[in-house]
């Protein structure tokens, strides 16, 4: 069970919060999610995650992949922090964790009681949607917040129509 929202109480304010993964389609999300943000005087929060289990090695070789995946993932996070930044007008909140995407979103949905709505987009690829959208449509994956999906075919302005 997810704790209450805090998201309504005075000194709070409603966060989306939308997933970094280097695919095309995030930026949809990540661009909805930020107007959203901005026209209800709200907060984007920008999650992501590096995936668990990619650092098997031998010790010293894994502190080293640790390392530049953090490096890479705060460097992919900037540039996603500054685009927001630059179209939107609002700063995101940047969260890097290591793990299982499931578990990281629902533990900082734990965490942080003032998000409240979870964005993704849905991918047109033959390979399907992606991996969250796909855990979502088959169950396996339950957020304890509201998420909604973009299809990627949606452009920048048609997103802000919709916003």
């Not at 995407?101 to 965490?111: F, K, R």
Request: aromatic content about 4%; charged content about 30%; overall charge negative.
């Amino acid at each position: 069970m997810v704790s209450k929202r805090l998201s309504r109480l005075e000194g709070h304010r409603r966060k989306f919060m939308a997933i970094i993964d280097g695919t095309p389609e995030c930026e949809r999300a990540v661009h909805y999610a930020g107007r959203r943000a901005k026209n209800s005087n709200g907060g984007l929060v920008l999650l992501f995650v590096i995936p668990e289990g990619d650092f098997q090695q031998w010790l010293g070789v894994e502190a080293i992949m640790r390392a530049e995946a953090r490096e890479e993932a705060e460097a992919i996070m900037a540039k996603a922090a500054q685009k927001v930044r630059e179209s939107i007008g609002i700063d995101p909140e940047v969260v890097i964790r290591e793990g299982n995407a499931t578990d990281e979103i629902n533990d900082l949905v734990e965490e942080d009681r003032d998000i409240a709505i979870l964005v993704l987009a849905a991918a047109s690829a033959k390979e399907g949607p992606g991996p969250l959208v796909s855990a979502i449509a088959g169950r396996g994956a339950v957020f304890p917040i509201p998420v909604t999906v973009l299809p990627d075919s949606l452009s920048d302005e048609e997103i802000d129509a919709l916003c």
